[in-house]
């Protein structure tokens, strides 16, 4: 596969559910993103990875929590979510340059559709 | 507090003809700016940028204007083609201080008519 890949497409949970959301890049990139699409609002940032560490946590509240284990891979866990966390979840992914910062486009995958029941 | 603002939701143009999508920022700081393009079920993808040092770029049909004074961006589409029709999202970064966040605008949804 090519780009960036996330699964589940469609996920359906109950509130003391706990899931988990996968994305994978095969772009060789080294910068990693979640970012959440509520409707009628903006992408909102969540979560950055460079180089397999944390580098942005804007506020994300701690029903949700990222992990990323190498550079290709990330993970976004949800456990006792709402239902106003219904949302599009997008991963993205970019390379970093040398002193963190990043001067390259951002690549996204299709998206996991969450339904918070 | 709103920093990048795309002020029409949505926005229908004739086949053939130019399409113009407008984005609005607040932020100062933001030097680099981007479009991206929704399609439904799909992730947005990467359609052109722009640095802060130029006033105007250029990539086939499609051409993003700066206006730096008025903080202001579009896009140009021309001529318009029934594959346009999508969501274009406007996003800025301030990159001189290795910012590597995006801020978004909430999209205007373009449908060209056969």
């Known amino acids: 596969e090519t780009g960036v890949t996330q699964t589940p497409r469609h996920l359906v949970m109950g509130m003391t559910n706990k899931k988990s959301l996968k994305c994978e890049q095969h772009?060789?990139?080294?910068?990693m993103y979640w970012y959440k699409q509520s409707a009628k609002k903006p992408l909102e940032l969540m979560f950055v990875?460079?180089?397999?560490?944390?580098?942005e946590n804007n506020s994300v509240p701690s029903r949700f929590s990222p992990e990323c284990p190498n550079s290709s891979h990330l993970f976004l866990h949800l456990h006792t979510l709402q239902p106003e966390d219904s949302a599009l979840y997008l991963c993205?992914?970019?390379?970093?340059?040398?002193?963190?910062?990043?001067?390259?486009?951002?690549?996204f995958g299709p998206g996991t559709r969450l339904l918070v029941l | 507090d709103q920093q990048v603002k795309q002020n029409s939701p949505s926005l229908s143009v004739q086949e053939g003809r130019i399409s113009i999508l407008n984005c609005d920022y607040t932020?100062?700081?933001?030097?680099?700016f981007l479009w991206y393009k929704k399609y439904p079920a799909e992730g947005p993808t990467f359609l052109i940028s722009?640095?802060?040092?130029?006033d105007k770029n250029e990539d086939g049909r499609f051409t993003v204007f700066l206006n730096k004074s008025a903080k202001h961006l579009s896009l140009h589409i021309v001529p318009s083609q029934p594959g346009d029709s999508a969501v274009y999202f406007c996003a800025a970064r301030a990159t001189n201080f290795g910012n590597e966040k995006l801020t978004f605008g909430t999209g205007t949804r373009l449908t060209i008519i056969p």
């Open positions: 772009l060789g990139h080294n910068a």
């Open positions: 990875y460079n180089f397999k560490e944390q580098t």
């Open positions: 722009i640095s802060s040092i130029k």
């Open positions: 932020n100062s700081m933001f030097d680099y």
């Open positions: 993205a992914s970019s390379q970093a340059g040398p002193s963190g910062g990043n001067q390259e486009t951002q690549y």
